[in-house]
């Protein structure tokens, strides 16, 4: 039971490159969310997907779009990136029911 | 729009100190307050609490929360240096339960 896999764990980008940020979960989980983390912002949601087909924008979508390929995997694209989306991505997962939500290693990227 | 502020941003404290950190919160329809320790890589779970004054409690790690006053309390007593780390703690909002971030605070245990 590996729990949230996020791949890659590093990534260096130029500008206007485009990536994938792949997630996925073995909990069964009907819930999935992408956050990105700052220097001392905390963590702010940019998307999540309350269920398998459906998708929703958090507070910080500008710039990104995702993808709920089954109910295992969520995926964040970057279409142009940009040096303002150097962050660490965290991707989560949640069950129907309680609130707490279980976290993948993170994504630390890099855009020059 | 929900606000969860924490306090302080930041502490140092020696082996043995007890620590209170802070969490205030401002959430429409308030169900929850969630604390999670952060070391080097993803946040883990600590505690979920939804009733007032009632006590959640692991190891040396507690924490309460006062409904009335809007805030919460995680207390650790005889620190270690591994408890060095980001505490973060989060509202849930809406039936999807997006949560909202304080910015975290960090913590950091000298021997």
């Known amino acids: 039971n590996a729990g949230v896999t996020q791949t890659p764990k590093f990534q260096v980008l130029k500008t206007g490159q485009s990536m994938t940020l792949q997630c996925a979960q073995d909990m069964n989980h009907n819930s999935m969310y992408w956050y990105r983390q700052d220097p001392g912002m905390g963590l702010r949601l940019i998307y999540y997907s309350a269920s398998e087909g459906t998708t929703d924008k958090g507070e910080v979508p500008n710039g990104y779009n995702v993808s709920r390929l089954n109910k295992r995997e969520f995926s964040l694209r970057l279409e142009s990136a940009a040096p303002s989306q150097t962050s660490v991505y965290f991707c989560?997962?949640?069950?129907?029911?309680?609130?707490?939500?279980?976290f993948g290693p993170g994504t630390r990227l890099t855009v020059l | 729009e929900d606000k969860v502020v924490q306090s302080p941003l930041s502490l140092v404290v020696h082996e043995g100190d007890t620590v209170t950190l802070n969490c205030s919160y401002e959430v429409t329809n308030f169900r929850s307050l969630l604390w999670y320790k952060q070391e080097k890589k993803a946040p883990t779970f600590l505690f979920m609490l939804?009733?007032?004054?009632i006590e959640k409690k692991s190891g040396r790690l507690s924490s309460i929360l006062d409904k009335k006053e809007l805030s919460s309390i995680l207390n650790i007593t005889a620190t270690q240096t591994g408890d060095s780390a980001i505490y973060l703690c989060?509202?849930?909002?809406?039936?999807?339960?997006?949560?909202?971030f304080g910015k975290g605070i960090t913590l950091s245990v000298r021997p």
């Open positions: 989560a997962s949640r069950t129907g029911g309680p609130d707490e939500q279980f």
């Open positions: 989060a509202a849930p909002s809406g039936a999807n339960s997006k949560l909202t």
């Open positions: 939804t009733s007032s004054g």
